[in-house]
């Protein structure tokens, strides 16, 4: 039981992206501009439920693509490289 079992540091790190309304308000607003154009005569005109969606989907791509630059910029410029160390083997012919 004297076995030291010790884990070895990872050569990359992994950044996740953080948590964000954007997509779930892009899908919903693109639902809306296409329903738009089938939505003749509820409560206002279809052209209206259009332009609010199309109002909405490009307020939510602008907020996904500052995310995404907001996020890469938030990142560390320099990584310490660490390589994977082979093991050398000799290879020599077979003896026949």
Not at 30 to 58: D, K, N
Request: glycine share 8%; hydrophobic share 55%.
């Amino acid at each position: 039981m004297s076995e030291s079992h010790e884990i070895a540091e990872a050569g990359e790190l992994v950044y996740a992206p953080r948590p964000s309304w954007a997509p779930l308000f892009f899908a919903f607003a693109t639902a809306l501009a296409v329903c738009g154009i089938f939505a003749e005569g509820f409560m206002v005109r279809g052209w209206v439920w259009s332009l609010i969606g199309l109002v909405v989907m490009l307020a939510a791509l602008r907020a996904m693509v500052r995310g995404a630059i907001r996020d890469y910029f938030r990142l560390p410029r320099n990584q310490r490289v660490r390589g994977a160390v082979l093991p050398v083997e000799k290879i020599t012919p077979p003896q026949g």
